[in-house]
C-alpha cells in the first residue's frame, strides 16, 4: 500500500509523557530531598548511637541535634520554594556582602575545629559562615552572569566582577584554612560560570591558576598541616594504616564488610570507635556497612536524580539567572556528594567535606535545604509548570469538596 504523504507518527509512551511532563522536575527535586534528608536522620541515628553513649549521653543525642536542625531547614525550604524568583535577584548583592563579612569575622574571632578556623559563635548559636557563602555565591553569580550573557563572550566581561567576587569568598575560605570547602565553592563557580557560556579558553586558564596557586600555597607550603602527607598515603606506594591512612582504611573495611545487602541496620562494627566521623565525614562507609552495596547505590542513584532533575530546570527555563544560578547549585550539592564518597571509597585523599543532606551538621543541612528550596522555586516557574500545579491542586480540591458533600448526604 502506498504512503501519503504526511508520515503516521508513533504513538507516545505513557511513562516517556509522563517523565516529559511540565512538573517532573519540581516532583523529583521535592522526592529526592525528601528520601535523602530522611535516610541522613535515619543514619545519624544509627552511626551515633555507640559514640553518644561512650562520651555519657543519651544514645539519641546526635539524631535529636541533627531532627532539630531539619526541623528548622524545612520550613526554611516551604518558604525558599515559594519566594518568587525577583526576590532572589534583590537579595543577591546583599547576601554576598553578608557572607563577606560573616567570613572575615571568621579570620579574626572564629573557633578552630579539627584544624580548620571556620566556626562563628554568637551565645546559643554556632555555625559555618562558609556554608551560607555557597547560597549567596550561587545567587550573586547567576544574578550578575545572567544579566552580561550577551557579552561574555568578552573575557573583560567574562571576568568583571564575577571572578573577582568569587575570588575573595574563597581566598577567605582558606583564610580559615577549610580546603575542602574551598574547593566545593571551586566547583560551583565552575559550574555558573560554563553554563553561563564563559569561553572554555579562560575557564581553563582560571582553573589552572586556581590549580597552582592553591596547590602550592596550601598543601606544599602548609605550616603544621598533613594534606600533602594525606595525598602521598592516597596516590603512593607506601601506607602508614596507624596515620595517615587509618580512617580511609577504616571506611574501606565498613564498605567491604557491607557486602550485597549490609549487616542490617545498626549492625556496623566500624561505629564502635575505630571510623573516626561516622556520623558525619564517613557516614557513607556506614550506609555501605549496614545497608550493603543496595543502600549505597541507593544514595548515589538518589544524587544522579537529584542533578538529573536539576539539569532538567536549566535546559527548560528561560530565565538566564535561573540557569546559571541552578547550575552552581548542582555543582555544589552533587558535586560535593561525588567528592565526599571519593574520599570514602580512597580514590580522592581526605578532605573533609560532608555528604550534603545526610551527613550530621546543622549549617551544612540548613543551607543545603534552602538552596534546594531554592531550585524548586525555580521548578515551579518553568513554562506550564505553574499552570499544571495549580491545575492538579484544584482537582484535590474538587475531590476533597465532593467526599465531603457525600459524607454530609450520608
Given at each position: 500500500?502506498?504512503?501519503?504523504?504526511?508520515?503516521?507518527?508513533?504513538?507516545?509512551?505513557?511513562?516517556?509523557?509522563?517523565?516529559?511532563?511540565?512538573?517532573?522536575?519540581?516532583?523529583?527535586?521535592?522526592?529526592?530531598?525528601?528520601?535523602?534528608?530522611?535516610?541522613?536522620?535515619?543514619?545519624?541515628?544509627?552511626?551515633?548511637?555507640?559514640?553518644?553513649?561512650?562520651d555519657?549521653?543519651?544514645?539519641?543525642?546526635?539524631?535529636?541535634?541533627?531532627?532539630?536542625?531539619?526541623?528548622?531547614?524545612?520550613?526554611?525550604?516551604?518558604?525558599?520554594?515559594?519566594?518568587?524568583?525577583?526576590?532572589y535577584?534583590?537579595?543577591?548583592?546583599?547576601?554576598?556582602?553578608?557572607?563577606?563579612?560573616?567570613?572575615?569575622?571568621v579570620?579574626?574571632?572564629?573557633?578552630i575545629?579539627?584544624?580548620?578556623?571556620?566556626?562563628?559563635?554568637?551565645?546559643?548559636?554556632?555555625?559555618?559562615?562558609?556554608?551560607?557563602?555557597?547560597l549567596?555565591?550561587?545567587?550573586?553569580?547567576?544574578?550578575?552572569?545572567?544579566?552580561?550573557?550577551?557579552?561574555?563572550?568578552?573575557?573583560?566581561?567574562?571576568?568583571?566582577?564575577?571572578?573577582?567576587?568569587a575570588?575573595?569568598?574563597?581566598?577567605?575560605?582558606?583564610?580559615?584554612?577549610?580546603?575542602?570547602?574551598?574547593?566545593?565553592?571551586?566547583?560551583?563557580v565552575?559550574?555558573?560560570?560554563?553554563?553561563?557560556?564563559?569561553?572554555?579558553?579562560?575557564?581553563?586558564?582560571?582553573?589552572?591558576?586556581?590549580a597552582?596557586?592553591?596547590?602550592?600555597?596550601?598543601?606544599?607550603?602548609?605550616?603544621?598541616?598533613?594534606?600533602?602527607?594525606?595525598?602521598?598515603?592516597?596516590?603512593?606506594?607506601?601506607?602508614?594504616?596507624?596515620?595517615?591512612?587509618?580512617?580511609?582504611?577504616?571506611?574501606?573495611?565498613?564498605?567491604?564488610?557491607?557486602?550485597?545487602?549490609?549487616?542490617?541496620?545498626?549492625?556496623?562494627?566500624?561505629?564502635?570507635?575505630?571510623?573516626?566521623?561516622?556520623?558525619?565525614?564517613?557516614?557513607?562507609?556506614?550506609?555501605?556497612?549496614?545497608?550493603?552495596?543496595f543502600?549505597?547505590?541507593?544514595?548515589?542513584?538518589?544524587f544522579?536524580?537529584?542533578?538529573?532533575?536539576?539539569?532538567?530546570?536549566?535546559?527548560?527555563?528561560?530565565?538566564?539567572?535561573?540557569?546559571?544560578?541552578?547550575?552552581?547549585?548542582?555543582?555544589?550539592?552533587?558535586?560535593?556528594?561525588?567528592?565526599?564518597?571519593?574520599?570514602?571509597?580512597?580514590?580522592l585523599?581526605?578532605?573533609?567535606?560532608?555528604?550534603?543532606?545526610?551527613?550530621?551538621?546543622?549549617?551544612?543541612?540548613?543551607?543545603?535545604?534552602a538552596?534546594?528550596?531554592?531550585?524548586?522555586?525555580?521548578?515551579?516557574?518553568?513554562?506550564?509548570?505553574?499552570?499544571?500545579?495549580?491545575?492538579?491542586?484544584?482537582?484535590?480540591?474538587?475531590?476533597?469538596?465532593?467526599?465531603?458533600?457525600?459524607?454530609?448526604?450520608?
Amino acid at each position: 500500500m502506498a504512503t501519503t504523504g504526511t508520515s503516521r507518527s508513533a504513538p507516545e509512551r505513557s511513562w516517556l509523557g509522563q517523565w516529559n511532563s511540565n512538573v517532573s522536575s519540581y516532583y523529583l527535586l521535592v522526592g529526592t530531598t525528601g528520601l535523602l534528608t530522611v535516610i541522613g536522620l535515619i543514619m545519624v541515628l544509627s552511626s551515633s548511637t555507640v559514640t553518644s553513649i561512650a562520651d555519657g549521653g543519651s544514645p539519641y543525642t546526635a539524631f535529636l541535634v541533627q531532627a532539630q536542625y531539619a526541623l528548622i531547614g524545612l520550613p526554611v525550604l516551604l518558604v525558599a520554594a515559594h519566594l518568587p524568583v525577583r526576590w532572589y535577584k534583590r537579595l543577591a548583592l546583599p547576601g554576598l556582602a553578608a557572607a563577606v563579612v560573616l567570613l572575615v569575622a571568621v579570620i579574626f574571632m572564629g573557633e578552630i575545629t579539627n584544624g580548620q578556623q571556620n566556626w562563628l559563635s554568637f551565645g546559643p548559636v554556632r555555625f559555618q559562615p562558609s556554608e551560607l557563602a555557597k547560597l549567596a555565591l550561587a545567587i550573586w553569580l547567576g544574578t550578575v552572569l545572567g544579566r552580561k550573557q550577551p557579552l561574555l563572550g568578552r573575557w573583560s566581561h567574562a571576568i568583571m566582577p564575577a571572578a573577582p567576587g568569587a575570588v575573595v569568598v574563597i581566598g577567605l575560605v582558606l583564610g580559615g584554612g577549610d580546603l575542602g570547602t574551598a574547593l566545593v565553592i571551586g566547583l560551583l563557580v565552575a559550574g555558573a560560570f560554563f553554563v553561563a557560556g564563559v569561553p572554555l579558553s579562560l575557564l581553563g586558564l582560571g582553573t589552572t591558576i586556581a590549580a597552582v596557586v592553591i596547590g602550592y600555597v596550601f598543601i606544599v607550603q602548609q605550616d603544621g598541616g598533613d594534606r600533602l602527607q594525606r595525598i602521598i598515603a592516597t596516590y603512593g606506594a607506601e601506607c602508614d594504616a596507624a596515620s595517615e591512612c587509618y580512617q580511609s582504611l577504616h571506611g574501606l573495611f565498613g564498605l567491604g564488610t557491607g557486602g550485597l545487602f549490609g549487616v542490617g541496620l545498626g549492625g556496623s562494627r566500624e561505629k564502635w570507635s575505630y571510623l573516626p566521623e561516622a556520623h558525619n565525614d564517613f557516614i557513607f562507609a556506614v550506609i555501605g556497612e549496614e545497608l550493603g552495596l543496595f543502600g549505597t547505590v541507593l544514595v548515589l542513584t538518589l544524587f544522579a536524580v537529584l542533578g538529573l532533575a536539576m539539569s532538567r530546570v536549566i535546559q527548560r527555563h528561560t530565565d538566564p539567572f535561573v540557569k546559571v544560578a541552578t547550575a552552581a547549585v548542582a555543582c555544589w550539592i552533587v558535586g560535593q556528594a561525588f567528592v565526599n564518597i571519593g574520599v570514602v571509597i580512597g580514590v580522592l585523599p581526605v578532605i573533609g567535606v560532608p555528604l550534603p543532606l545526610v551527613s550530621a551538621g546543622g549549617s551544612a543541612l540548613i543551607t543545603t535545604m534552602a538552596a534546594l528550596g531554592m531550585v524548586i522555586s525555580f521548578a515551579r516557574t518553568e513554562p506550564g509548570a505553574a499552570k499544571a500545579l495549580a491545575a492538579r491542586g484544584s482537582v484535590v480540591r474538587k475531590s476533597l469538596a465532593v467526599l465531603g458533600g457525600a459524607v454530609r448526604r450520608r
